[in-house]
């Protein structure tokens, strides 16, 4: 399977927890987005990777999240002091750089 | 500020006829825009794509007709199928500032009947 992949499909956390969600892209893809989603909304753009780069943050990403891409191929997103709002979907996306942005199943999180 | 919206929630049509999804932005400094269909439990799939120098662009049972002058832009499937079900968001890239994020609109529900 060729697509973007991201593990895990759904976490259950309590509320002061930490999280951590792994997205792998399409091989060859440089570029790679976080999104999050809640109920009945499209996705909103958090962050965005040109290879090992971080080069744009949202305004939605507080200093509560942070997200990597080391070696320019997988990207974690990590929370650290989960809140009952942090509740959401979280899609991975990747792109070369002139197409397209394909997105992956997305990590459901809910916070207790 | 920018904003991409559409102007239904749902969207119910019989099986065999044609579904035109539509959706409205306001910035006319967005250039590209794409058409995403979300199953449930999915991530959003790429449709369809088109660039503010276009005004139609034709996929497999799928138009995409984007009209500048009032910022409006709309999706057509033809003999919609049980399949194509699913939510349907526009997304529009170029107005937020960045040449690289998406912005999307809230959604419309699309639901076939038999």
């Known amino acids: 399977d060729t697509g973007v992949s991201q593990d895990p499909r759904h976490k259950i956390t309590k509320r002061g927890q930490n999280v951590t969600f792994r997205c792998d892209p399409i091989s060859e893809h440089n570029r790679l987005y976080w999104y999050r989603q809640t109920l009945g909304q499209g996705p909103e753009f958090l962050t965005y990777f040109q290879n090992e780069a971080q080069l744009e943050k949202s305004r939605l990403l507080s200093d509560r999240f942070s997200a990597e891409r080391p070696k320019g191929s997988f990207s974690t997103l990590e929370i650290q002091r989960t809140e009952q709002g942090d509740s959401a979907m979280y899609l991975c996306?990747?792109?070369?750089?002139?197409?397209?942005?394909?997105f992956g199943p997305g990590t459901r999180l809910t916070v207790l | 500020g920018e904003s991409v919206g559409l102007h239904l929630p749902t969207l119910s049509v019989q099986e065999g006829d044609n579904s035109i999804i539509n959706c409205a932005y306001s910035?006319?400094?967005?250039?590209?825009f794409i058409w995403y269909k979300q199953e449930s439990g999915k991530g959003p799939q790429f449709i369809i794509d088109?660039?503010?120098?276009?005004d139609k662009r034709q996929g497999q049972r799928v138009t995409v007709l984007l009209n500048k002058t009032v910022k409006h832009l709309s999706l057509q499937i033809a003999a919609t199928q049980p399949g194509d079900s699913a939510v349907y968001f526009c997304?529009?890239?170029?107005?937020?500032?960045?040449?690289?994020?998406?912005?999307f609109g809230s959604g419309t529900q699309l639901t076939v009947l038999p």
């Open positions: 910035n006319s400094a967005s250039d590209y």
């Open positions: 997304a529009e890239k170029g107005s937020s500032g960045s040449a690289r994020q998406l912005t």
């Open positions: 996306a990747s792109s070369d750089t002139y197409n397209e942005q394909f």
């Open positions: 088109i660039r503010s120098n276009m």
